[in-house]
């Protein structure tokens, strides 16, 4: 099913009872789909851009990549540095903005401009009775009503069918600048990267891949970067030798999670408070690990089947397994707030027909 | 304004409801004598007032399960307050209700510099976060311009803003966890002290709900550390349709002010004969600031000087040290002040795209001419946040109806452009009946069935925000 507007995807709801796993270009997506496949990709097309507002509308289906091509050609970008997962997942196809918003897809810039949700100002979406509805808009400032659009954004189309999004965007900087400490242990790195991200130099990546380095990033005019790459080599003097090197091309790598692309094995992301991340890791047993939002973000390689959960134990946050089979990929809720994810899935999609493999997953 | 007729069952049922109130807070927490109940009978939208049934003061997350519990009992509305400073009747009680107040819950529980975030009580005062952390050179980046007596409890329900936003968000872009209570007892936590949900965002749906699908007794805030200085300047402009040009220009040019304010000329003036901070006599102004190092905020201040001058402006007038970098911000800062000391006002809150603004701006100043009611405009212009402020006489018969007439209008012609009725003060009573305006039967429906998943009896907060026709059969139980 690959309906070419919004009213022809209501109508397809409305008309089946079957269960329908919403696909945009298929590239991020846990769990296999289940049931009929209901393709986004013809609701595509960007509505508004208006760069003196920093604002995007476009339909949920149009590519990711012709998107951020329309706005590097006006010198900006989606502020939240979407991860392009395909080597590591094995996806093929193109991603779209829609996939990117039900998946809260967001990068290493996390730290400082916040995930996809805290862009997204706007939504509009067909619920699980073939409902339209519209939430938000395109205005930055908005606090009329229930924000159902931060609930739209990571719903893995549990809630509804997106059909448009909007979006707060922000200049793309001048110029760049990894910085680069070298022999830390994880822990080391950790504080490393808390004390460059509780400094005022404005560092916008923070990532540790253990044996390569630990790696912070500060982006803007170049005089700025230059000020501040020289100031957060000072403030770090305590944790060895600080490289500066020109440029940000190390940080694709490091939000695609490139270096798991190759190795076999099941691919965990967790979210944890960052100076429990290295305690967390020496639990897992894991073949490798990378370590990104200043140690918020653990990517964790595992043997195929491995008992993340119950090497775990408990802990603040929660893990998901984006790479691997079998059951238990999403992270278990306590008991209430369960009950209110039961309760607004019933409330959005009352015959449960969205992405029931999904929400199983 | 129109506000449900109270449930008698309650009203007849007061003593036996104070008396179960009673057996569970201590005896200084719970107010039922009419003569005390009146210090919350509004908040700061004052021209609607009704003293509660009681109120309770309770001082944790332990206390308060216990009077939700009571009162989901009995059936009784429970209507949150944190310090009282809604300009849009937020915790304006019924006859029928308890007000939930949570100013004794005001302690710092956790700061941790290392993970950045600070865990608080939910009704400490927004400033007061702050303060917690400055001295370790952190802040709490929203910052509502009722800061020094708002809590964080009403800023969590109101999804608070401030001026400076276009950098670092609202509330809901600093807020990483908060412990709810639901209104039948139950104590949740959702989210903490890391990044994201697991599973669906209830926290963002949470924020912004206006106390309406739960009581959040705790918050788990991002700090961030404080810039190295700021610096603003002040530029001029003869016409409202340039110095909008202007603030595109600077956005496009790759500049991120931290704050972009713009104040028309009947704001001007105004403020000019309160405060004197000696602006320009022009119509309209522009102040921007910059955030960084002394030698970043000299590189973008060029940069906004070569953009301003391009567009001709009466007058660009930089700050050489602190003390004139604070009279450029005197007169926006007084600007509430001056207008309360002409008059009575509404202060409105709509938020258009930037694009519109010349527009908006020359149709407020035609309604305003036909109505025959002065408007002042100063508003966030780098997220086009406006708010207008309607003069007026309460003493006057019809005046306030006037007053309103001419808000509403205004809030349309915000929907109409692309905008939202409110972007910082949140609908409470005050824009309930416009909702219909912005959202379809469908968009409000699914809005209600939020709540009803959180509190399925209607009985938190219950006649705010939608009009009162849309939840009637809901609150009728």
Not at chain 1, 350 to 358: K, Q, T
Not at chain 2, 147 to 168: D, E, F, T, V
Request: proline residues 6%; aromatic residues 6%.
């Amino acid at each position: 099913m690959r309906p070419a507007t919004e009213a022809e995807l209501a109508e397809i709801i409305r008309a089946t009872n079957a269960p329908i796993s919403v696909r945009g270009g298929g590239t991020r997506a846990i769990g296999a789909a289940r049931g009929a496949v209901l393709h986004t990709g013809g609701l595509a097309g960007v509505e508004l851009y208006e760069p003196g507002a920093l604002t995007l509308v476009a339909r949920a289906g149009t590519p990711l990549a012709e998107v951020e091509a329309l706005l590097a050609a006006e010198g900006q970008r989606l502020p939240f540095e979407v991860p392009d997962l395909r080597a590591m997942l094995g996806r093929v196809g193109a991603s779209t903005l829609g996939g990117v918003v039900a998946e809260n897809a967001s990068g290493p810039r996390r730290v400082q401009v916040g995930a996809c949700r805290d862009s997204l100002i706007g939504v509009r979406f067909v619920d699980g009775s073939g409902t339209v509805v519209k939430n938000g808009g395109r205005v930055m400032k908005n606090v009329t009503g229930y924000d159902l659009v931060k609930l739209l954004a990571g719903s893995r189309g549990q809630l509804g069918v997106i059909t448009e999004v909007s979006f707060k965007l922000l200049p793309m900087p001048e110029a760049g600048a990894t910085l680069i400490l070298s022999g830390l242990s994880d822990a080391q790195a950790v504080q490393a990267m808390a004390a460059a991200l509780g400094s005022p130099f404005e560092v916008n990546g923070a990532a540790h891949w253990p044996g390569q380095g630990t790696f912070l990033r500060v982006e803007g005019f170049s005089a700025s970067v230059a000020y501040r790459a020289a100031r957060l080599r000072a403030h770090l003097a305590a944790f060895g030798a600080v490289e500066v090197e020109a440029g940000t091309d190390r940080w694709p790598a490091i939000r695609d999670v490139a270096p798991f692309a190759a190795r076999p094995g099941d691919v965990w992301r967790l979210s944890v408070k960052p100076t429990d991340a290295p305690g967390i890791v020496a639990r897992l047993g894991a073949e490798a690990v990378l370590y990104d939002w200043g140690g918020g973000l653990i990517w964790a390689l595992m043997a195929p089947g491995a008992d993340l959960r119950g090497r775990l134990g408990a802990f603040q946050g929660h893990a998901t397994r984006l790479r691997g089979d079998g059951p238990g990929a999403l992270h278990p809720e306590p008991a209430g707030v369960a009950a209110l994810t039961r309760g607004l899935r019933a409330a959005f999609d009352p015959r449960g027909i969205l992405s029931p493999a999904e929400a199983e997953a | 304004m129109e506000m449900p007729a109270p449930n008698t069952m309650v009203l007849s049922g007061k003593a036996r409801i104070v008396a179960r109130l009673r057996s569970v807070l201590p005896a200084d927490a719970v107010i039922d004598d009419e003569a005390e109940t009146r210090a919350y009978e509004c908040d700061a939208l004052t021209a609607y007032r009704c003293p509660p049934l009681a109120a309770v003061l309770p001082r944790t997350t332990a206390e308060v399960a216990a009077v939700l519990r009571i009162c989901h009992e009995e059936g009784v509305p429970v209507v949150p307050r944190g310090s009282g400073t809604s300009l849009a009747g937020g915790a304006l009680p019924t006859a029928d209700c308890v007000i939930l107040g949570v100013a004794r819950m005001n302690a710092v529980l956790e700061t941790d510099y290392d993970n950045r975030f600070i865990r608080v009580q939910s009704g400490r005062t927004n400033l007061s976060v702050t303060g917690a952390v400055e001295a370790d050179g952190f802040f709490y980046a929203p910052d509502p311009s009722s800061q020094l007596a708002c809590a964080i409890a009403g800023n969590i329900a109101m999804n608070s803003g401030g001026a400076h936003c276009l950098k670092y968000g609202v509330t809901t872009n600093n807020l990483l966890g908060v412990t709810l209570v639901q209104m039948d007892g139950t104590v949740l936590e959702i989210g903490g002290p890391y990044m994201d949900p697991g599973g669906l965002d209830l926290l963002g749906v949470i924020c912004g709900s206006e106390g309406q699908l739960g009581v959040v007794t705790e918050a788990t805030l991002r700090i961030l550390p404080k810039p190295e200085g700021a610096r603003p300047v002040l530029i001029g402009f003869d016409a409202n349709e340039v110095a909008g040009a202007c603030v595109s220009d600077i956005i496009k040019a790759g500049v991120l002010p931290v704050a972009i304010e713009f104040m028309d000329r009947p704001c001007i003036e105004a403020t000019e004969a309160f405060a004197k901070a000696g602006y320009p006599d022009c119509e309209a102004l522009l102040i921007v600031e910059v955030e960084g190092s002394a030698a970043e905020i000299d590189e973008q201040l060029a940069l906004i000087k070569a953009i301003a001058l391009r567009h001709n402006p009466v007058e660009f007038r930089e700050a050489a040290d602190e003390d004139q970098a604070k009279r450029i911000w005197l007169g926006r800062k007084s600007a509430f002040g001056a207008m309360g000391q002409i008059n009575d006002y509404m202060c409105l809150d709509g938020t258009i795209p930037v694009s519109s603004l010349p527009y908006v701006l020359r149709r407020i100043g035609e309604m305003s001419k036909e109505i025959g009611l002065d408007v002042a405009n100063v508003f966030h212009a780098g997220d086009g946040n406006m708010h207008p402020l309607i003069l007026f006489d309460a003493n006057k018969p019809g005046d306030l109806e006037r007053c309103e007439a001419l808000g509403a209008d205004i809030l349309r012609l915000c929907v109409e452009v692309g905008g939202c009725l409110t972007g910082e003060h949140g609908v409470g009573i005050e824009k309930r009946d416009l909702m219909t305006v912005q959202f379809t039967p469908d968009d409000l429906e699914a809005q209600l069935r939020v709540k009803d998943v959180f509190d399925p009896k209607w009985l938190l907060n219950p006649a705010k925000v939608f009009p009162l026709a849309a939840t009637a059969s809901r609150r009728a139980g």
